[in-house]
């Protein structure tokens, strides 16, 4: 804690994470003639109704948020300084991320550039700052060449050098190919990113390794991204909609394209994401659980101030065969979370009221409860809007 201050005044000059290069985003469109990443989540209309302000949504930290299983990123190198992003727990022993927060340097060419001691995963489950874990090891998909070149590859996984408390939510990721549901699926986004509002926009300097804030969104067609990624239908999008009803620049887009149109889930609900929320959670919530949607990786600012209403979010779903695969595999080289501890006593008398010890649900299962995951955002940011 007695470091905290200076902590928050590092990361509130070096925040943005992974700023592509003037080359890169020559290879979009010509409109989208300067790009850059900004990770975080951005609350309503402060006048508007309901009211809403950035700290409405700020979750308390204590042990029983659903949300405890989403922690900050700190990544630290000599080229670079500090840098924020956020994550979630998939394993007790590995976090999901966005690969361009790894990969923020030599133009993001696809590498990762910092040292797995040097990244340190922060949890606030039981108040702030409550465990810093250093990394282990740090890999990125192997399809990730960097930003800009494959959006859809955009996923990182960090493994811990000590595992996560037991009572930590663990994410289960959702691998139903026909989820989300355009213009119906619901979103929780998570992420330690800066805060803002939709008429302001995201202001610089207020991401923090603390403050993890929590808001909602409806999931839009990803047909939009298009005109960036030929994977587009790998990932996930949504517009961030102001309470008066006026169609964002990507519901006029789908709508002039015979595609569902969204609107606001309420002032005091929708959300958009900022600087710092890159490699965060998309959770949708089934039966009664957070499961991992995709990780928050893109921001595409159709509108001005950066990250005000009609700013568009994304990133990467996890159900595609290449992203799921590859979590897959890694989480298969760890302990099971259903196995029981190796060191345990035998179990020679349960009580009474035990299940069968054949039952697995006999076995604790940490986490168990919650899903695992990890939100991030990343935008773009254009000098003359799409038509
Ligand atoms: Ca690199
Ligand atoms: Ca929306
Ligand atoms: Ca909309």
Redesign the pocket.
């Known amino acids: 804690m007695i470091h905290l201050h200076s902590m928050v005044v590092v990361m509130a000059t070096t925040a943005i994470l992974g700023v592509p290069t003037l080359t890169e985003a020559a290879t979009l469109e010509q409109e989208w003639n300067e790009l850059k990443p900004r990770p975080l989540i951005v609350t309503g209309d402060p006048d508007g109704s309901p009211s809403v302000t950035p700290n409405d949504l700020i979750d308390p930290n204590t042990p029983n948020s659903p949300y405890g299983g989403v922690g900050s990123l700190r990544l630290f190198s000599d080229q670079l300084g500090t840098s924020l992003c956020t994550g979630s727990a998939i394993h007790p022993l590995l976090i999901l991320t966005a690969a361009h927060c790894l990969d923020s340097q030599d133009n993001q060419d696809g590498s990762i550039d910092y040292s797995a001691q040097n990244v340190t995963f922060n949890l606030n489950f039981d108040g702030d700052l409550s465990h810093t874990i250093p990394a282990e090891s740090l890999a990125v998909h192997p399809d990730w060449l960097g930003f800009g070149q494959t959006l859809a590859s955009d996923l990182a996984l960090v493994t811990l050098s000590e595992a996560l408390p037991e009572t930590v939510p663990i994410y289960e990721i959702i691998r139903d190919p026909l989820l989300p549901i355009f213009g119906e699926s619901e979103m929780t986004l998570v992420g330690y990113g800066q805060q803002g509002d939709g008429i302001q926009g995201h202001q610089t300097g207020t991401s923090s390794w603390t403050t993890k804030r929590v808001g909602y969104?409806?999931v839009?067609d990803p047909a939009r991204l298009s005109q960036w990624s030929d994977q587009y239908e790998e990932m996930f999008l949504?517009?961030?909609?102001s309470p008066d009803g006026e169609l964002?620049a990507l519901d006029q887009w789908n709508q002039s394209n015979s595609r569902v149109i969204?609107?606001?889930?309420g002032n005091d609900r929708?959300v958009g994401i900022a600087p710092g929320d890159s490699g965060g959670p998309s959770f949708l919530t089934i039966d009664d659980q957070l499961q991992l949607l995709g990780v928050t990786s893109v921001s595409i600012p159709f509108s001005s101030p950066a990250g005000s209403f009609g700013t568009v979010g994304g990133g990467v779903l996890l159900s595609p065969k290449d992203q799921l695969s590859w979590i897959e595999t890694a989480l298969s080289s760890l302990p099971s979370i259903n196995d029981p501890p190796v060191n345990d006593p035998p179990v020679n008398d349960p009580p009474v009221n035990d299940p069968p010890v054949n039952d697995p649900q006999s076995v604790p299962e940490p986490g168990l409860l919650l899903g695992l995951s990890a939100i991030a955002g990343f935008s773009y940011l254009i000098k003359n809007k799409p038509q």
Do not use: G, K, P
């Not at 949504?238 to 909609?241: I, V």
């Open positions: 969104n409806l839009d949504f517009d961030f909609d964002t969204t609107a606001s889930v929708e």
